[in-house]
């Protein structure tokens, strides 16, 4: 289905995107999910690939993807641990 | 949740923007002294040709008042041209860039903290400290050469028409307090900026050794 070394390490951002289209439309295509997340065909499907076998991500019967339960739960995750360290920042106020 | 996170990500970037804008001051400071050294020797320039046209011509220009208003057209004309280009530069500085990064919630907050070079930042608040506290002074003694040449001309008035001699240094303490006086607010709220700026730093180092040192388990 594709080429290249799997992912090892996901980068955070493209694995927020994918998560948050999907957490939006429900369920999606590959191809419509790469449109919608901005990535390269070949680069979306690694990224399933390591979702699936974490368990974030599942495929239906039209090979259509669909977010796990545990997916969502791993996004609410991130945003709340980023949240624990951006919201501990108390910025100042500047005047001009 | 999301939306904390996206207003606390905007919080931040928009204390990353001000430092870009404070940062500049810096770099506007040789644009500062140049232009104010550049009016002192178009200002002294003219007070000797006129001064050299006098002695060789003969005719009178009336120097010590010419000179006088010439004075106090040049030197305000070009403190507040410094003024403005320091302005200018630091309202040409690009900001909010990461608005539209933010706009998709999570993932932009995330490649915003992604592309953000800590040392870059860490160093840009230094300058920032060091240009607002230079621009302050350059801006006090500009305004006190302009004060002194101000009260240099009102003495010589003085002198004329009252025959009462004002000591120099009077002049320039004297210019000084004035100024000192008028700069007071700025002065404070220059104080209070680097205060800030400090504080951010802080925080910040704060910020990177607990998110760098963090690790997100998927």
């Keep these: 289905m594709n080429s290249g070394e799997p992912i090892s390490k996901p980068n955070l951002y493209v694995l927020a995107r994918i998560i948050k289209v999907l957490k939006e439309r429900r369920r999606l295509n590959r191809t419509t999910l790469a449109t919608s997340t901005g990535l390269s065909y070949d680069r979306l499907v690694k990224y399933l690939e390591w979702m699936s076998s974490k368990g974030f991500v599942e495929f239906d019967s039209n090979g259509e993807v669909l977010l796990t339960k545990l997916g969502t739960e791993t996004y609410d995750r991130l945003v709340n641990w980023i949240l624990k360290y951006v919201g501990n920042v108390r910025f100042p106020k500047f005047s001009e | ?218």
């Design chain 2, 1 to 218: 949740m999301e939306a904390t996170l996206s207003s606390k990500m905007a919080e931040f970037m928009t204390a990353l923007d001000q430092v870009k804008k404070y940062r500049t001051l810096l770099a506007s400071m040789t644009d500062f002294t140049l232009i104010v050294l550049a009016t002192v020797v178009v200002a002294l320039s003219v007070n000797i040709s006129m001064r050299l046209s006098t002695l060789f011509s003969g005719a009178n220009h009336g120097p010590s008042i010419a000179v006088g208003l010439l004075y106090l057209f040049i030197f305000p004309a070009g403190i507040i041209t410094a003024v403005f280009w320091v302005r200018r530069k630091m309202k040409s500085v690009k900001v909010g860039q990461w608005k539209n990064t933010l706009t998709e919630g999570a993932p932009g907050a995330i490649k915003l903290l992604q592309s953000l070079e800590w040392e870059s930042i860490f160093s840009g608040i230094r300058y920032a400290k060091l240009g607002f506290f230079l621009y302050g002074i350059a801006k006090i003694l500009a305004y006190w050469g302009l004060t002194s040449v101000f009260l240099f001309i009102s003495s010589g008035v003085v002198e004329v028409v009252l025959h009462i001699s004002v000591d120099y240094i009077v002049v320039m303490l004297f210019s000084l307090i004035i100024v000192l006086i008028l700069s007071r607010n700025d002065l404070r709220k220059r104080y209070d900026q680097i205060g800030r700026l400090d504080w951010l730093l802080w925080e910040l180092r704060w910020f990177e050794s607990e998110f760098r040192g963090a690790n997100f388990e998927a």
